[in-house]
């Protein structure tokens, strides 16, 4: 069974801390992606990854960059946690299409997400 | 401002009821999927509607991709309460997928 696995489904945090959120997946898909989730907001874009070491901004990047070192494993980080970036956060995967790569139709592997409060 | 603007927000009924929800947009959209989302868990995908005008069916579930390819529906039939959940639609702008907020739907026994 394909799966996407955040590391850590609860996080509490004070204002300032350097934040780590990890995922990692089993299914070998070159697209990774992370969003946060808040209501009445939906699903927003924040990062996304084609490919190891490669990233791209997606719609609210401020406060956050990105990690890939490896195929499986796209990391979030937060450097200096503050409350607004209190929310929940999904990380996903896709498998490019070829011809498409990132830009196809690509069905989303979700986590589970991870609550993150910032105090 | 939402790329794809869901309605309603919020959606409670009893079971055996019918409902539709939507989804719209003023950009044009190569494709559009759903996805379902329960609590404590991501959103997985239910169905994805490439050609304008194209209806396809899951049980219950009716999807519609407007002609244009700028909105789409989502169609219940007599609803069951294990259909509770947050609907959210979602398409491909520039690159990356773009969510809906979603519909919150509760089905009543």
């Known amino acids: 069974d394909v799966k996407v696995t955040q590391s850590s489904r609860y996080l509490v945090k004070r204002t300032g801390e350097k934040v780590f959120l990890e995922c990692v997946q089993d299914?070998?898909?070159?697209?990774m992606f992370w969003y946060r989730q808040d209501p009445g907001l939906g699903l927003r874009l924040i990062y996304f990854?084609?490919?190891?070491?490669?990233?791209e901004k997606g719609d609210i990047p401020e406060g956050y960059s990105v990690s890939r070192e490896k195929k499986e494993r796209f990391s979030l980080i937060l450097e200096s946690a503050s409350t607004n970036q209190t929310s929940m956060y999904l990380c996903a995967s896709s498998q490019s299409t070829p011809g498409q790569g990132v830009s196809g139709a690509n069905v989303l592997t979700f986590g589970a997400g991870s609550r993150l409060t910032v105090l | 401002t939402q790329l794809l603007e869901q309605s309603p927000q919020f959606l409670s009924i009893q079971e055996g009821e019918n409902l539709t929800v939507y989804c719209n947009s003023s950009s044009v959209f190569s494709s559009l999927q759903w996805y379902r989302q329960e609590p404590g868990e991501g959103p997985v995908l239910l169905v994805t509607v490439v050609t304008g005008g194209e209806v396809k069916k899951l049980k219950r579930l009716t999807f519609q991709f407007g002609d244009a390819r700028k909105d789409s529906s989502l169609h219940i039939t007599a609803a069951q309460p294990g259909d509770t959940g947050l609907y959210l639609c979602?398409?491909?702008?520039?690159?990356?997928?773009?969510f809906g907020a979603g519909t919150r739907l509760t089905v009543k026994p």
């Open positions: 979602a398409g491909v702008r520039f690159i990356g997928m773009r």
């Open positions: 990854s084609y490919d190891v070491k490669m990233k």
């Open positions: 299914m070998d898909h070159e697209n």
